[in-house]
């Protein structure tokens, strides 16, 4: 499976940003789509993820009500749309694919930047 994401940017505190993450390779593998953020000096944290055949979503709090992930299988894209962004979502956003038991292929992330 490969994966890449595009996307970010620079975006003012309560803009919006929608990444992307083309997928390719034996997506029918596929159990999972995530995206995850690393913060500077940070370790990198899971944000939310889609079950590739159902569609059903999970998302962590701190971007409840704010962000949404949704995938469009018959293009092999994954999204995550991303509203009143904050400071604190500055990070490189990574989506990953989880194949077997974990998270096992990996994009190459993408920059987002909330700043004035």
């Known amino acids: 499976v490969q994966l890449q994401a595009s996307g970010g940017g620079l975006v003012q505190p309560g803009g919006s940003l929608r990444l992307s993450c083309v997928v390719s390779g034996n997506i029918f593998s596929i159990n999972q789509m995530g995206w995850f953020r690393q913060a500077p000096g940070k370790e990198r944290k899971f944000v939310s993820g889609?079950?590739?055949?159902?569609?059903?979503?999970y998302v962590v709090d701190s971007v409840k009500g704010r962000f949404t992930i949704s995938r469009d299988r018959a293009k092999n894209m994954v999204y995550l749309q991303m509203n009143s962004l904050k400071p604190e979502d500055t990070a490189t956003y990574y989506c990953?694919?989880?194949?077997?038991?974990?998270?096992?292929?990996w994009g190459q992330g993408t920059l987002v930047t909330v700043s004035s």
């Open positions: 889609i079950t590739w055949s159902g569609g059903s979503t």
């Open positions: 990953a694919a989880n194949v077997r038991s974990s998270y096992d292929f």
